[in-house]
Structures are given as structure tokens and as C-alpha cells.
């Protein structure tokens, strides 16, 4: 499957659905994948829509079956996968693709799809990040030190990716977006 496919992707909380949203109202040539998951809908999501709501079961199945272009278990409870066919029909229609994903799915995606374009979505400055995980006063040593080591993780995770759009204006993140992809 060749075609134009991009991955955005980015840390937990950084705004990544607000800017494929906004993007997506911009732009509604885009095609935007849904993915399935097996946590449960939240007030307001629709079925089809924000996700393919699906059992535990049937995404063992998807799995098995290989309906899965990418998956990753996220935050140790939920899984979250993009069904292959759509975005394979999409890709032959000539549809420019846009997959919005966590990190894990984003590398496999770039394993698969070497011709992928990945796009970072990052936080405004990693300094901030980490100051504020320190400076919260709020958790223990312990707990301080495994989120600053998510952070340098998530440093580190930046520099796989093609381009780092940073969050911190949304029009101008959008905007550097909408260059990046030509459109
Ligand atoms: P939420 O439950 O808040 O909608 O999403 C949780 C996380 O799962 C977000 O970081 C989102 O980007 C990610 N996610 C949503 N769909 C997929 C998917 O199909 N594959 C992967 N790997 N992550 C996804």
C-alpha cells in the first residue's frame, strides 16, 4: 500500500484530536481513519463516527484476522487499532489519509508503511513539562521520577518521527500542518 499516508502523533493530553479536528474543518478532502477500541464510549461519542466501539473478542478477532493496520494496549487498560481495509480503500481512491495515533501504533505504522509521513505533535517546551512535573509538589519521589522518565521518553520517541509540530498556538500548529502536508 503506497499512497499519502500521515501519522500524528505526539504525547498523552497534547492536543493531538484537537488539531486533527481542526485540520479535518479546514480541510475535508482529508480522509480521517477511525479506529477501533475496546474501551467503552463516553457521553456524546458515536458509534462509527469517534470510534468502532468493539468487545474484547472481536478485537482479539480483528487481530487474528490481520484487519489491523497497527494496535497498541494504551495506558495499560484499553486497546486501540486502525482497521486496514478502510484506509487500503481509501489509499486506492486517491484520498490523502490521516491516521491519529499514540506512539506505539505511529512506529509499527512507519515499520509497515515506509513511505509514511510521521508527524510529532510536541508540547511547548519540554522544560515546562518537566518543571511542572516536578514542581507540582504533589507526588512522591517515586512517582516524580517514572513521570519525568515518560518525558524523556517521549524526547526521545520525537526525534523517530519525520516533523515535530509544536502545540502551543493552535492556529499556527495547524497551520504548519497544512504546509507540511501541501495542501
Ligand atoms: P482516547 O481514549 O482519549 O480517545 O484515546 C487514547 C489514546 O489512544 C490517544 O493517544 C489516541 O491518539 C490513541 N489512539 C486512538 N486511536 C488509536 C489507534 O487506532 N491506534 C493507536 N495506536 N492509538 C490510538
Partial sequence: MSGDVTVISGPTAVGKGTVVQALRELHPELWVSVSATTRSPRPGEVEGQHYLFVSDEEFDELIA????LEWALVH???RYGTPAAPVRAAVAAGRRVILEIEVQGARQVKANLPEVRTVF???????VLRERL???GTETPEQMARRLRTAEDEIAVSR?????VVNDDLGTAVGQLVELLGL
Avoid: K
Avoid at 523517530?160 to 515535530?164: C, S
Fill in 76 to 78: 495499560g487498560t484499553d
Fill in 65 to 68: 484476522s490481520g484487519g489491523l
Fill in 160 to 164: 523517530e518521527f519525520d516533523h515535530v
Fill in 134 to 136: 516536578v514542581g507540582r
Fill in 121 to 127: 505533535i510536541a508540547p511547548p517546551s519540554w522544560d
